[in-house]
């Protein structure tokens, strides 16, 4: 069936390094995907709304110019942490919706980021 | 704005036993509800989910939930838990107002399944 696929599954980085992260939907077409943001032992946060053919759509408190995120195509939305720093490290998920459904999603298996 | 409340960080049940997971949400309108797993390192595998009608749903491995508007709650339930079932629950709630598919998670229980 439909799915998301993202990768890497986990990566280490030096800081002052850009890491890119990919979410891809395999057999179906994604105009939008999200990022989240989740800290160890806490809860999914969004972090944007990626938009194919266009700028995405930024959360309150998140820099955009720190979180670049880049759609595409209509299978492809790409997220690179740029000058990376320890604080950047946690687990990224994106999703992108189910089509056919209103607010149905799948996710995908999730980024570790490690800044050392 | 909407959120989503688990008052449970941990849980811990016997295998066998029964389970229920809180979940009290705040939203504008008829929410859609949510319940996710997730296992260690891996992304969210949707259990069920509540949109209207029958306001209690069935759901993957045995689970269940149901919605109930007076007490903005979507407790998850499950009448004899497995060890793989112990994973971090997530409850979610999304709907019109929040861009569709914008969901907005609570904080997650830890379910611990002792043997």
Not at chain 1, 97 to 108: D, I, M, N, S, Y
Not at chain 2, 23 to 51: E, I, M, R
């Amino acid at each position: 069936g439909a799915v998301v696929s993202q990768h890497p599954s986990w990566v280490i980085c030096k800081s002052g390094t850009s890491v890119k992260i990919e979410c891809r939907s395999l057999d179906f077409q994604a105009t939008t995907m999200f990022w989240y943001r989740q800290f160890p032992k806490q809860s999914l946060m969004l972090m944007a709304t990626s938009n194919e053919g266009s700028k995405a759509t930024y959360e309150q408190g998140v820099e955009k110019d720190k979180f670049l995120i880049n759609h595409a195509s209509l299978t492809l939305s790409t997220l690179t942490v740029t000058s990376a720093h320890p604080e950047d490290s946690s687990f990224y998920i994106c999703s992108a919706p189910k089509p056919g459904t209103v607010a149905e999603a799948f996710f995908g298996q999730g980024t570790r980021l490690t800044v050392v | 704005a909407q959120s989503v409340t688990q008052p449970d960080i941990h849980i811990t049940v016997s295998e066998g036993a029964s389970l229920e997971l809180r979940c009290n949400y705040s939203y504008g309108a008829t929410p859609y509800l949510f319940w996710y797993v997730q296992s260690p390192g891996q992304g969210l595998q949707l259990l069920l989910k509540y949109f209207s009608g029958d306001t209690l749903v069935q759901g993957i491995k045995g689970f269940e939930a149901e919605f109930k508007r007076s007490q903005s709650s979507f407790n998850l339930r499950k009448p004899s838990v497995h060890w793989s079932d112990a994973a971090e629950y997530f409850c979610a709630v999304g709907g019109p107002t929040g861009g569709g598919n914008k969901l907005t998670f609570g904080t997650g229980t830890q379910l611990k399944v002792e043997l």
